[in-house]
């Protein structure tokens, strides 16, 4: 599935971690984004979107 990410400020980061702590995807942000995670198994990742700013984490849940 995708998932659309508008980056909150310029030169904004994401990562998807899942509950062991690792990284399974990652990139720079700028503007509107679409991320694909189809190639995710079933399970609870956590989104961090980190920038000069702020850094924000939200908890998701993937099922297919």
């Known amino acids: 599935g995708l998932f659309t990410i508008t980056a909150p400020r ?3 980061q994401y990562q998807i971690h899942d ?3 690792n990284v ?3 990139a720079a ?3 509107k984004n679409e991320i694909n995670v ?3 198994p079933n ?3 956590v ?3 980190v920038s ?3 850094t924000i984490a939200r908890k998701f849940t993937l099922i297919k």
Do not use: I, K, W
Request: aromatic share 8%; glycine share 12%; net charge negative.
């Open 10 to 12: 310029p030169h904004t």
């Open 19 to 21: 509950l062991t702590g």
């Open 24 to 26: 399974v995807s990652d």
């Open 29 to 31: 942000l700028e503007g």
């Open 38 to 40: 189809s190639a995710l």
């Open 43 to 45: 399970g609870v990742y």
């Open 47 to 49: 989104l961090h979107l």
């Open 52 to 54: 000069t700013e702020f």
